[in-house]
Nanobody, 127 residues
Framework: QVHLVESGGGLVQAGGSLRLSCTAS????????MAWFRQAPGKEREFVAG????????NYADSVKGRFTMSRDNAKNTVYLEMNSLKPEDTAVYSC????????????????????WGQGTQITVSA
């Protein structure tokens, strides 16, 4: 089994920045593509960003392109989401997901493509 733990959430003013981290433990050999999804109250879960196993490819939702950057450090089994120019509409619970399918070169944008999920961390952006 793989266990994902997110950290770095909190309250920030609009225009501010935050960095989320997600660390995998357990059977980390089964962790390949990783992604961030978010869910705001009353809304469906949506893809935010993803990165392939070797960091060569990333994918971002249009709503965060140019503001968010995802990276990974495989030696630490950790991915990061650097979030800049935050907006109130970025307020949501952000969850880290991991894909167990090996060596895919494309980042999936559907949550059902991912085998493992973290508990999530709240991001609140005040106006």
């Amino acid at each position: 089994q793989v266990h994902l733990v997110e950290s770095g959430g909190g309250l920030v003013q609009a225009g501010g920045s935050l960095r989320l981290s997600c660390t995998a433990s357990g059977r980390t050999g089964e962790v390949y593509t990783m992604a961030w999804f978010r869910q705001a109250p009353g809304k469906e879960r949506e893809f935010v960003a993803g990165i392939t196993y070797n960091g060569a490819n990333t994918n971002y939702a249009d709503s965060v392109k140019g503001r968010f950057t995802m990276s990974r450090d495989n030696a630490k089994n950790t991915v990061y989401l650097e979030m800049n120019s935050l907006k109130p509409e970025d307020t949501a619970v952000y969850s880290c997901l991991a894909d167990s399918r090996a060596f895919r070169e494309v980042v999936g944008t559907r949550s059902n493509e991912y085998a493992y999920w973290g508990q999530g961390t709240q991001i609140t952006v005040s106006a």
